[in-house]
């Protein structure tokens, strides 16, 4: 069942990015997609995305950078640049 509200979205995609904590994967690969360039997407039904990547001087730890609301399956560009420069500690405008 898709959630329906705000909250419910946030919870849904809460109980996925903890449940890739717990177990290193999400049953489906439309629930966590590689976008590229080391750059991967928590994915909610609901349309809520949560943009992170893995830690590279920690290994296992994924970090969230960027949460948005999409009605398309397609990542935008420049959300994918907002992620790597917050990877790669540039500052942001």
Not at 12 to 38: C, M, N, V, W, Y
Not at 39 to 48: K, P, S
Not at 51 to 68: N, P, Q
């Amino acid at each position: 069942m898709a959630a329906t509200t705000p909250v419910e979205c946030q919870a849904l995609i809460r109980r996925l990015a903890e449940r890739l904590a717990d177990t290193g994967s999400l049953k489906s690969p439309e629930q966590f997609r590689h976008e590229g360039d080391g750059v991967y997407a928590i994915r909610a039904r609901c349309g809520l995305r949560a943009y992170g990547y893995f830690d590279e001087h920690r290994r296992g730890h994924f970090v969230i950078a960027l949460y948005r609301h999409k009605k398309k399956d397609k990542a935008e560009p420049r959300d994918l640049e907002l992620v790597k420069n917050i990877r790669n500690g540039k500052r942001q405008p």
